[in-house]
């Protein structure tokens, strides 16, 4: 079965510094997301992507992050100045229209 | 905005047990969806209601949309130690389709016994 692929699976990172995490969608999915989840919470909605921009953010989603699909494969999410309160599982997600989410195995981001 | 609140917060049970854990809603939802997410890994979908009052099975998974769209249920029969993990609900607010910005429940922790 498909599945949403995500790299890296760990990420260390000094606070200040960009992060870059790395979702390959499903291959005929539309819609990207990233979600993320805080040790021990639940899984929060960040973004939603469509047709090459964001369709939806949440108010996580400020002016350090950005995302972008550099090409047909790739979905990337960029913290630009990574803070201690960024630590937290890190999930892309994929879906065609009307259909549930598939997620990824999340990128674990640790900032110290 | 919108909150799903799910009960139990966590539950230890016996091998062979069966199970059962809801989520209410003080938002109608046009969608539920259930997840499960095992340790170090993503939510995989295990269900997804889409009328209410639809009642769905899972080989050993079953779960029903409210009548009144502001609740859902899910049961596990004969429960074994795999089903060990994270139960979360979601769904997409009304009007949102199921492949749009999803709310999470806090999710149940079901541990099985040997």
């Known amino acids: 079965e498909p599945e949403v692929t995500q790299t890296p699976s760990h990420q260390v990172t000094q606070m200040g510094q960009e992060v870059i995490l790395r979702c390959v969608p499903i291959?005929?999915?539309?819609?990207f997301y990233w979600y993320r989840q805080i040790l021990g919470q639940k899984v929060e909605f960040l973004v939603s992507?469509?047709?090459?921009?964001?369709?939806?953010k949440s108010e996580i989603f400020d002016d350090q992050f950005s995302v972008e699909r550099p090409d047909g494969s790739n979905f990337t999410l960029k913290i630009r100045s990574t803070k201690l309160e960024d630590s937290a599982m890190y999930f892309c997600?994929?879906?065609?229209?009307?259909?549930?989410?598939?997620f990824g195995n999340g990128t674990r981001l640790t900032v110290t | 905005g919108q909150q799903l609140n799910q009960s139990p917060q966590s539950m230890f049970i016996q091998e062979g047990e069966d199970v059962s854990m809801n989520c209410t809603s003080s938002?109608?939802?046009?969608?539920w969806l259930w997840y499960k997410q095992d340790p170090g890994e993503g939510p995989v979908l295990l269900i997804a209601?889409?009328?209410?009052?639809e009642l769905t099975s899972n080989g050993r998974l079953t779960a029903q949309f409210g009548i009144t769209r502001k609740d859902s249920f899910l049961n596990i029969s004969a429960s074994i130690p795999s089903d060990v993990g994270i139960y979360f609900c979601?769904?997409?607010?009304?009007?949102?389709?199921?492949?749009?910005?999803?709310?999470f429940g806090e999710g149940t922790q079901l541990t099985v016994n040997p």
């Open positions: 209601l889409y009328k209410a009052g």
């Open positions: 979601a769904g997409p607010a009304l009007g949102e389709t199921s492949g749009s910005r999803l709310t």
């Open positions: 291959s005929n999915h539309l819609y």
């Open positions: 992507f469509y047709n090459n921009e964001i369709s939806e």
């Open positions: 938002s109608i939802f046009n969608t």
């Open positions: 997600a994929s879906s065609s229209q009307n259909s549930p989410l598939h």
